[in-house]
T-cell receptor, first 112, second 117 residues
Framework: GNSVTQMEGPVTLSEEAFLTINCTYT??????LFWYVQYPGEGLQLLLKATKADDKGSNKGFEATYRKETTSFHLEKGSVQVSDSAVYFCALKYQAGTALIFGKGTTLSVSS | GAVVSQHPSWVICKSGTSVKIECRSL??????MFWYRQFPKQSLMLMATSNEGSKATYEQGVEKDKFLINHASLTLSTLTVTSAHPEDSSFYIC?????????????FGPGTRLTVL
């Protein structure tokens, strides 16, 4: 079945450090891929997405590239800020109108 | 962006009682809503898909008689945890699909923390 595996956290970084959160997926066909962020006390928010192979999603300095050959969608940011501290979820959707399937989430903590 | 609300944000109840959680799409109509359950340090697990005007579709292993879902209007879905027990304590999150402007995107509520004593 369809599933998402992302790196275990927590990830602790200093401000301006480089961030990578790994995400790989298992799916039949060609799913759409997403990264969601959950700030403390808030609901999940879409951070970025990619709908086909080699697409790059980007937002707020974060980016991720849909790699079909490695079934990966790693999240990266060149210089993290304290305000980026949150839980990040990788997710896939097999087709429009169906529910998202999530990874376990990775907690990021950035200190100044 | 579209807003999804949940009420209550947290609830504490005694074992054996029933608890109703509401999920509302505030500025869009949603024919489809989803209910997830999140355990500490774990992923969101899909419980059921709620379709307006029809019966919900439950995921394997989810008891439909225990987790009653009603999607009576295009802006409201409710999840009722019947005869709650401590093992039902969890974080329940709903989401709704907005198809406004041709964009098919899933928006999430802030979640409801249920604690069963």
């Amino acid at each position: 079945g369809n599933s998402v595996t992302q790196m275990e956290g927590p990830v602790t970084l200093s401000e301006e450090a480089f961030l990578t959160i790994n995400c790989t997926y298992t799916a039949t066909g060609y799913p759409s891929l997403f990264w969601y962020v959950q700030y403390p006390g808030e609901g999940l928010q879409l951070l970025l997405k990619a709908t086909k192979a080699d697409d790059k999603g980007s937002n707020k300095g974060f980016e991720a590239t849909y790699r079909k050959e490695t079934t990966s969608f790693h999240l990266e940011k060149g210089s993290v800020q304290v305000s980026d501290s949150a839980v990040y979820f990788c997710a896939l959707k097999y087709q429009a109108g169906t529910a998202l399937i999530f990874g376990k989430g990775t907690t990021l903590s950035v200190s100044s | 962006g579209a807003v999804v609300s949940q009420h209550p944000s947290w609830v504490i109840c005694k074992s054996g009682t029933s608890v109703k959680i509401e999920c509302r799409s505030l500025d869009f109509q949603a024919t489809t809503m989803f209910w997830y359950r999140q355990f500490p340090k774990q992923s969101l697990m899909l419980m059921a898909t709620s379709n307006e005007g029809s019966k919900a579709t439950y995921e394997q292993g989810v008891e439909k008689d225990k987790f009653l879902i009603n999607h009576a209007s295009l802006t409201l879905s409710t999840l009722t945890v019947t005869s709650a027990h401590p093992e039902d304590s969890s974080f329940y999150i709903c989401s709704a699909i907005s198809q406004a402007g041709g964009i098919n995107e899933q928006f999430f509520g802030p979640g409801t923390r249920l604690t069963v004593l």
